[in-house]
């Protein structure tokens, strides 16, 4: 076989690997887009279980408090103090402390959520950045393959008019 067509065959398999690699990096940045995705979508469902759950642990508090603050009327009630005076300061101060605590409960679920969302967030990111890498994969092996098939049909031009291989 001459080495002319052996320099453009080389320079065509040369070209459809650089294409290969390409599509290749392209493919697994994309599974990367996709596995994204789905954290993100796994982030904003764990967002809404940790809203739910403080919301319901708030309410779970608030009850408390109220059974607290039942217990202390009837404890009061027994020991023949009335509401008024001291008996009045702590029920209200036992009331304050019990709603604090129901909100705090959800302040630390809205932080948990948001950090969530946050997290999602930059899933969806990454995600983006993962596509946008595949194709700049896939751009970069064309212009390889163009590379090889140019750089190709110049060695052969080279041999064409000089007969040496260069």
């Given at each position: 076989m001459a080495a002319g067509p052996l320099m453009l065959a080389a320079a065509a398999v040369q070209a459809i690997g650089a294409i290969q690699a390409g599509q290749a990096a392209q493919d697994e940045a994309n599974a990367r887009a996709q596995a994204n995705i789905y954290?993100?979508?796994?982030?904003?469902?764990?967002a809404g279980i940790?809203?739910?759950?403080?919301?319901?642990?708030?309410?779970?508090?608030?009850?408390?408090?109220?059974?607290?603050?039942g217990k202390q009327r009837v404890a009061l009630a027994e020991a023949g103090i009335g509401a008024m005076g001291s008996a009045l300061d702590i029920a209200e101060e036992s009331a304050t402390r019990a709603e604090l605590d129901a909100l705090t409960i959800r302040y630390e679920g809205d932080l948990e959520s948001r950090g969530l969302l946050s997290d999602a967030e930059q899933e969806r990111y990454e995600s983006k950045v993962n596509?946008?890498?595949?194709?700049?994969?896939?751009?970069?092996?064309?212009?390889s393959?163009?590379?090889?098939?140019?750089?190709?049909?110049?060695?052969?031009?080279?041999y064409q008019e000089t007969g040496k291989i260069t």
């Open positions: 954290n993100a979508k796994v982030k904003d469902m764990q940790a809203r739910q759950q403080a919301n319901a642990r708030e309410e779970q508090q608030r009850r408390r408090g109220r059974q607290l603050l596509v946008m890498a595949g194709k700049n994969a896939m751009r970069g092996a064309y212009l393959a163009t590379g090889a098939l140019l750089s190709g049909g110049a060695r052969y031009y080279g």
